[in-house]
């Protein structure tokens, strides 16, 4: 069973950086697609950036410059740096693994971690 646990969420300032984490567990790891995406009060839950197996990355235009995602396979985690946040970064953060079972997609997501950017 695919288990995802995200960290590393909290309060932080304006202009300040924060590190989540997203530990994964019951697959296999380092051939998946994984992402990170965010939902705040009242929005849908938006893509803020993908890697892939071989460390493709991809991230939203409002996260370009800011944040980074990376993998490190031997400790199937997934990472999302985030720098420069402004208070519209405020959401749950939910980190997802997107598998295949032939061609068909299965998506597995975490809990989420709460990130608040507040003076």
């Known amino acids: 069973q695919v288990q995802l646990v995200e960290s590393g969420g909290g309060l932080v300032q304006p202009g300040g950086s924060l590190r989540l984490s997203c530990a994964a567990s019951g697959s296999i790891f380092r051939i998946w697609t994984m992402g990170w995406h965010r939902q705040a009060p009242g929005n849908e839950r938006e893509l803020v950036a993908t890697?892939?197996?071989?460390?493709?990355?991809n991230y939203a235009d409002s996260v370009k410059g800011r944040f980074t995602i990376s993998r490190d396979n031997a400790k199937n985690t997934v990472y999302l740096q985030m720098n420069s946040l402004k208070s519209e970064d405020t959401a749950v953060y939910y980190c997802?693994?997107?598998?295949?079972?032939?061609?068909?997609?299965?998506?597995?997501w975490g809990q989420g971690t709460q990130v608040t950017v507040s003076s």
């Open positions: 890697i892939t197996s071989s460390g493709t990355t």
């Open positions: 997802r693994e997107r598998t295949y079972s032939g061609y068909v997609p299965k998506d597995y």
